[in-house]
């Protein structure tokens, strides 16, 4: 089993709907949580982090997290075409080491 | 400022020269990291450097040297590189080395020859 899971995709997602991405974690000391978003051939960039269980949304974006599950999700609302990428989510371990999931590929069709 | 900068964005080297990647950040960030990324991976940590002492080093071969000057200098010196070493060599820093965000650097495409 891998520490941080994600589903590699690609989810395509139609212009203007809801694209939801999940990530699954197996340190439950775990404390904080990232998502990046990454273009092709570019770095990644930072979208969201979350830190406490419940949703924290910022514009469009909506993290959730629920650690008794342990899983975290990102929302994307309203979803344009900019937003095709990889998104990787990211996950500090309890010993604080950052953990990769190895990313979904989003593809919203116009 | 979330600035993460990288020098050179490309590099084309052969096996048996010597290069060096530098990244700099002004953000007071007192951790910085190197990591590789190859295509359709997500990055795999090889340093991390905080209060600019190396702290950990994730078995990454001697040909790799990391190098920090100061607080806001990163540096990563390159020797007698193989080809499978070709990928995309990430900068990035954080407040602290922990539970803070990780700001990355635009990246330096290595293509080793």
């Known amino acids: 089993q891998k520490e941080v899971e994600q589903n590699s995709g690609p989810l395509s997602v139609p212009e203007g709907a809801i694209a939801s991405l999940n990530c699954t974690y197996s340190?439950?000391?775990?404390?904080?949580f990232f998502w990046y978003r990454q273009y092709s051939g570019k770095s990644p960039e930072l979208i969201m982090s979350i830190y406490s269980n419940g949703d924290k949304e910022d514009g469009r974006f909506t993290a959730q997290l629920n650690k008794a599950s342990q899983y975290v999700s990102l929302l994307i609302r309203d979803s344009q075409p900019s937003d095709s990428a990889t998104y990787l989510c990211?996950?500090?371990?309890?010993?604080?080491?950052?953990?990769w999931g190895a990313g979904t590929k989003l593809i919203i069709k116009p | 400022d979330t600035e993460v900068t990288q020098t050179p964005k490309h590099l084309v080297m052969g096996m048996t020269n010597k290069k060096s990647l530098k990244c700099e950040q002004h953000?007071?960030?007192?951790?910085m990291y190197w990591y590789k990324q190859k295509a359709k991976k997500p990055p795999e940590l090889m340093f991390v450097?905080?209060?600019?002492?190396?702290?950990i080093n994730e078995s990454v071969p001697s040909r790799f040297s990391p190098e920090c000057p100061n607080s806001s200098l990163l540096n990563l010196h390159l020797h007698a590189l193989q080809p499978e070493d070709s990928a995309l060599y990430l900068c990035a820093s954080s407040q602290d080395w922990g539970n803070t965000e990780a700001f990355f650097g635009q990246g330096t495409r290595l293509t080793v020859v």
């Open positions: 450097y905080s209060y600019e002492k190396l702290s």
């Open positions: 990211a996950v500090n371990r309890s010993n604080y080491q950052l953990i």
């Open positions: 340190d439950r000391g775990s404390q904080s």
């Open positions: 953000m007071g960030h007192r951790a």
